[in-house]
Every structure is written in C-alpha cells, then in structure tokens.
Nanobody
C-alpha cells in the first residue's frame, strides 16, 4: 500500500519561499514517479511538477518554471518542492501523488494535502 504524507505548507508573503515535503512509504520512489498538484478554491486541480522514478527527469507547469524546483531523496523516501518567489496566485492546497507513468499524467495514489497561502 502506497502512503504519501505532505508537510511544509503555511502562510507566506508574496516573494517569499516555502519548501514542501512528501514522505512516501518504503520503496515507493523506486517504482513510482511523484508529482505535485494543487487546487485553489473554486478551481480545478492542476499539475505543478513531476519527477520521474527512473531517470529523475523533471516536469514543470509553465506557471511555475524558474520559481519551483522538484527534487527527491530516495534514502529518505522523500520528494521536495522548493517554491521561491511565491505569488498570490500560488495559493492552493498542494498534494503529492504517485504515478506509475514517468510524467505523472494520472496518479494512482494521493496524499492528504498541505495548505499554502500567499499574501500581498
């Protein structure tokens, strides 16, 4: 059973930074790519970033390119999302998810989410 637990969300001013963590159950990162998704109030969920389990390829939504960085530490079963230069439009609940496919098109497992709020 794959389990994912996010942490690191919070309240930050525009231009600030946060680092989200996604701790996965053992061996998950060996078999699944991990993606970050977000959902703002009244909006559809959108993909933010993904890191492939095989070669570590990374993918980013255009809206976060150059500001967000995804990375992983297999020894700690953890995937990180470093978010810099945050904007108010980044406010959302952020979820990590595990996908058997490399670019995270349709995740199989989801975490419970962590709230990020960016103020002016």
């Amino acid at each position: 059973q794959v389990q994912l637990v996010e942490s690191g969300g919070g309240l930050v001013q525009s231009g600030g930074s946060l680092r989200l963590s996604c701790v996965a159950s053992a061996r998950t990162l060996d078999y699944y790519s991990i993606g970050w998704f977000r959902q703002a109030p009244g909006k559809a969920r959108e993909g933010v970033s993904c890191i492939s389990n095989d070669d570590g390829s990374t993918y980013y939504a255009d809206s976060v390119k150059g500001r967000f960085t995804i990375s992983r530490d297999n020894a700690k079963n953890t995937v990180y999302l470093q978010m810099n230069n945050l904007r108010t439009e980044d406010t959302a609940v952020y979820y990590c998810a595990a996908d058997i496919q490399s670019n995270c098109p349709r995740p199989n497992y989801w975490g419970q989410g962590t709230q990020v709020a960016v103020t002016l």
